[in-house]
């Protein structure tokens, strides 16, 4: 399944006012599109969370963890943007991987098309 990345403002905007799924190293906001078109996520780091190498180096965890995620756990005309935390800079790589399937879980509902147990 093929992704994309969020790059326009009013994408990040728009994904803010659907469903959003907390975790300590990041937040996870998901939104249906009106079209069955490709997954895409965008990735935000405010200043809060540190200068520019560590709000990079979380941008950078957040991106790997998608990219390794099984696709079928991203639903098609969804758009995801996760809001990293400073957490996130000493979690491990299992943890946010962890977080970032229950994140997914949450925002669909409990629904789980990959063959996954839950929790």
Same mark, same amino acid.
Not at 49 to 54: D, M, R, Y
Not at 60 to 87: C, K, S, T
Not at 88 to 94: K, V
Not at 97 to 104: H, I, K, Q, V, W
């Given at each position: 399944?093929?992704?994309? #990345? *969020? #790059?326009?403002?009013?994408?990040? *905007?728009? +994904?803010?006012?659907?469903?959003?799924?907390? +975790?300590?190293?990041?937040? &996870?906001?998901? @939104?249906?599109? #009106?079209?069955?078109?490709?997954?895409?996520? =965008?990735?935000?780091?405010?200043?809060? !969370?540190?200068?520019?190498?560590? %709000?990079?180096? !979380?941008? $950078?965890? @957040?991106?790997?963890? !998608? $990219?390794?995620?099984?696709?079928?756990?991203?639903?098609?005309?969804?758009?995801? !943007? *996760?809001? =990293?935390? %400073?957490? +996130? @800079?000493?979690?491990?790589?299992? %943890? &946010?991987?962890?977080?970032?399937?229950?994140? &997914? $879980?949450?925002?669909?509902?409990?629904?789980?098309?990959?063959?996954?147990?839950?929790?």
């Amino acid at each position: 399944m093929p992704v994309e #990345r *969020l #790059r326009q403002r009013a994408d990040f *905007l728009a +994904a803010a006012s659907g469903a959003k799924a907390p +975790a300590t190293t990041f937040v &996870l906001q998901a @939104l249906r599109r #009106r079209d069955s078109g490709p997954v895409r996520v =965008g990735f935000t780091v405010s200043k809060k !969370v540190g200068n520019a190498v560590e %709000r990079n180096r !979380v941008r $950078r965890r @957040l991106r790997e963890v !998608v $990219r390794l995620a099984p696709p079928a756990r991203m639903q098609e005309g969804h758009d995801y !943007v *996760l809001i =990293g935390r %400073r957490a +996130a @800079l000493e979690a491990s790589f299992e %943890r &946010l991987s962890e977080e970032f399937d229950r994140a &997914l $879980r949450r925002v669909h509902g409990g629904k789980s098309s990959a063959t996954a147990p839950h929790e």
